[in-house]
Structure formats: structure tokens, C-alpha cells
């Protein structure tokens, strides 16, 4: 039979629960998996207890309702040069 035990990180009580919570840093990303009773997972807590307003949901454009441009025809360039690998190989071999 195994018993696992989980207490809180820093008072070390077994007899208060404790939760276990992922905090990560987003400038480096780095991360920490404390074990916190309720009493140290407090200001945690209260974080998620804040009424934050949550972003409300972008509704999807149609294409009837965006605005579309014109296409334009693609610009050919006519300077580029067409070589064959032996163009290429006689040059080499001439500078050379």
C-alpha cells in the first residue's frame, strides 16, 4: 500500500490541505509548482477571485462585409537572365 502526502510548501502542516498550483513567469518562462495550504495560497486566491473583465468575442468578418482591393497583374521582371548549367560551367571555366 502507498500514501502520498501532500502539505503545504511552506508551513509544513499534514493537517490543513493543500493545493497544488503552476506559476509561470512570462518574461523568461521560467516555472514553480508549489504546494500551498489555503491559508498561503491566499494572495493566490485572490487573484482569481478579482472580477477582471473578460475580452468579448470578435465576431468573424464575411467576405460581403470586408473590403476587398483590386488585384493587380504580377510585375515580370525581363533583366533576369536565364542560364543553363553548362552557360554556368563554361563561365567558371574561363575565368579560371
Known sequence: MKLTLTVCDV???QD?????YEIR???DGATANPDLC???AAPLEALFATDVPKPKPQKATTSKT??????TAAVRRRDIQVK???DIE???AERA
Open 11 to 13: 508551513c509544513q502542516d
Open 16 to 20: 490543513k490541505p493543500a493545493n497544488s
Open 25 to 27: 513567469r512570462l518574461d
Open 38 to 40: 489555503d491559508e498561503h
Open 66 to 71: 470586408k473590403a476587398t482591393r483590386p488585384k
Open 84 to 86: 543553363t548549367m553548362e
Open 90 to 92: 563554361r563561365e567558371k
